[in-house]
């Protein structure tokens, strides 16, 4: 058990909809990441937030978008649903000045019909 | 562009010593991780280099070249429980991840 929660495991959903993944981090991490996992992708980041303030932002498209909360969860919102959205999505935190030592949740599996 | 290679499979037997090699090319280098994926599991950070040279952490060790953009991760004293997907993933600039595609790991006894 990393220590790093995501909700919900699974979800299915139609094209064109909306949907929101939850992340919390470990004790004491600022610092979360999200990632999408698809087979023929690998793992991708997506984007970085530390302390409720976007850090850095990789392969994220425009109908995908985060934020970090005062109490550090953070949640993807990924909006207008293709069934190329369906994936696993991770997400990851790390300690202060590890960066590259990041703890993955279990990931929620999204499934676009 | 970003680019990470790894070979896509590898098989050993229980026992054995197993070098999983990653190449990079990316725009900013900051230092390469490694991480391992049982099925269905979610990524576990093993390794960090940022230097060259060679770490080592039990039966795990992680070997970085700047100047060849090049490393390895050696897997010794094999265990059955050590089939999985290992990745490599390089920070870049802005603190980015780049993680490569990733390579399939079979023991057999």
């Known amino acids: 058990d990393s220590g790093v929660t995501q909700t919900p495991k699974h979800l299915i959903t139609a094209t064109g909809q909306r949907v929101t993944l939850r992340c919390s981090p470990r004790?004491?991490?600022?610092?979360v990441y999200w990632y999408q996992q698809s087979l023929d992708q690998g793992l991708q980041f997506l984007i970085q937030y530390y302390n409720g303030e976007e850090r850095a932002k990789g392969n994220i498209l425009e109908r995908f978008s985060a934020q970090q909360f005062p109490d550090l969860h953070s949640e993807l919102n990924l909006s207008s649903l293709e069934l190329g959205d369906s994936a696993l999505y991770f997400c990851?935190?790390?300690?202060?000045?590890?960066?590259?030592?990041?703890?993955f949740g279990p990931g929620t599996r999204l499934t676009v019909t | 562009g970003q680019s990470l290679e790894q070979p896509s499979e590898v098989t050993a037997v229980e026992g054995a010593i197993v070098q999983i090699n990653c190449t990079y090319q990316?725009?900013?280098?900051?230092?390469l991780s490694w991480y391992q994926q049982h099925d269905g599991g979610a990524p576990t950070f093993l390794s960090y280099?940022?230097?060259?040279g060679l770490e080592e952490t039990g039966r795990f060790s992680s070997f970085l070249s700047r100047s060849d953009s090049y490393g390895y991760l050696l897997l010794q004293e094999l265990q059955m429980k050590d089939s999985a997907s290992y990745f490599c993933a390089v920070r870049t600039h802005g603190q980015n991840f780049v993680f490569g595609p990733g390579t399939r790991l079979s023991v057999l006894p």
């Open positions: 990851a935190s790390s300690g202060e000045g590890v960066p590259y030592e990041q703890y």
């Open positions: 280099n940022a230097l060259d």
């Open positions: 990316t725009s900013g280098f900051y230092g």
């Open positions: 004790s004491g991490d600022l610092s």
